[in-house]
């Protein structure tokens, strides 16, 4: 490990924590990229959500932006899958092709999005069938790249205007925890247990603690709709980019 995975790690958390994101497919980036074990890069992005996400989805609460009726159809399927995710064996060439051609398109149509869209009236519930079904698919694609998803559903939530920014960004930090937690069992189930390896990399889970807490204060106060949207849309095409040409 070294200090720029460091420094990388720290602006990841703060930068997606503004938009109520982990960070897990950037981190993945980034440690791929930087050749660490293929076997652990699930394992630390996942724990790196988990410490990321804990303190957004305090923050989005605690402002209110949590809606609880939006949230829970995605989060009943989605935890079991991402458990059984978790536990399928996915080569590192396909699971990185596939995350950055997913990315790419959501970032596209995230940002062509326009802002007077999200008058109060336009806003809406999705039906619960439909919520289950994609909290279904997410969940078993983040468990098996080792995302929490939440950077599926925020585009997918905005797409479909079944909620403004903000509490978009608290459903897909809520989202991602519980799908982290249950993704990261399963990859645990899968190899053994946790590796002490793993724990060797203490500091990046210090930094992202740091940097996690940083941005979700900024982005559940401070931060216009407009800016959160726009933002969402650039991290998920950056984030595509550096998986499908780097």
Known sequence: MTLITAVLFSLIACFYAMVGFGGGSSYIAVLALMEFRYDLIPVIALLCNIIVVTGGSYHFIKQRHFNWNLFWPFMVSSIPLAY???????????FLALLG???????LRLLFIRDESYSQGSIKIPPRALGLTV???LGLFS???????????????????WGKPKQVAATASVFILVNSVAGLTGQLVKQGGL?????SYWPLFF????????????GSQKITQSFVKNLTGLLVLFVSGRLLFF
């Open 207 to 218: 930094v992202v603690l740091i940097g996690g807490q940083l941005g979700s204060m900024m």
């Open 135 to 137: 909290g279904a698919f």
């Open 195 to 199: 590796n002490a390896e793993v724990i």
């Open 101 to 107: 051609g997913c990315l790419l398109l959501a970032g």
């Open 143 to 161: 468990g098996m790249v080792g995302i929490g998803g939440g950077i599926f559903l925020a585009p997918i939530l905005l797409n479909f205007r």
């Open 84 to 94: 059984v995710g978790g536990l399928i064996p996915l080569s590192r060439e396909f």
